[in-house]
């Protein structure tokens, strides 16, 4: 039985060493896509167990100051003799899209998702009045179909990324905050009635 010889194993390694470094780019670039898969069904998981919420409980939640979901941890208050409910900001990867008053019912999201790089400070941002809302997410790959460079504009921040894509409840724009939009429609609105 007769091995390879030296020279032959060197041009073996050689090679390998080749299709490696040919390869390696292409795998890093699949990787960042996989994760950009992901985020953009999260955002379409979202979007749906929210209009589910919104169909049942008549709105949807109110976002918090740092761009969470605000359904968690429901305390009454009263206030001037009227209860009122307030929430906690839910924690992406941990809790649940449920309503938190009524234990007994199913959830809408058994957990909210969470970024593929939230370890690297990555994040989804939650927006919301109650009649609209808006959740965006940082796109890994520049060239991808879904890669939003009006959304880039708003210099809006996914955790320590710059929000690159988004979805929206019905006809809210991306581009522009829920308040500015709904300022153009009252603006239009008086328009016409002028």
Do not use: H
């Not at 918090?64 to 359904?71: E, F, V, Y």
């Not at 409910?85 to 992406?92: G, H, Q, T």
């Not at 990555?122 to 965006?136: P, T, V």
């Amino acid at each position: 039985m007769k091995f390879f010889t030296k020279q032959e194993r060197l041009v073996v390694a050689g090679i390998l060493l080749l299709i490696i470094v040919v390869s390696l780019p292409n795998f890093v670039v699949a990787i960042a896509r996989a994760r950009n898969s992901q985020r953009k069904n999260d955002l379409g998981t979202l979007k749906n167990g929210l209009t589910s919420f919104q169909k049942d409980l008549r709105a949807f939640p109110l976002s918090s100051q740092d761009g969470r979901i605000m359904a968690c941890s429901p305390t009454l208050k009263e206030v001037l003799g009227e209860i009122t409910i307030e929430y906690k900001p839910c924690d992406w990867g941990k809790d649940a899209l449920a309503d938190e008053m009524d234990p007994g019912f199913p959830a809408y999201l058994p957990t909210l998702p969470q970024d593929p790089k939230a370890s690297e400070g990555a994040s989804y941002l939650y927006f919301s009045n109650g009649g609209r809302f808006q959740i965006y997410a940082y796109l890994e790959v520049g060239d991808d179909d879904e890669f939003n460079p009006k959304v880039v504009a708003r210099g809006l921040m996914c955790g320590t990324k710059v929000c690159s894509f988004g979805v929206a409840s019905s006809d809210t724009p991306l581009d522009k905050s829920i308040e500015e939009y709904e300022n153009e429609l009252l603006e239009k609105q008086k328009l016409l009635q002028e």
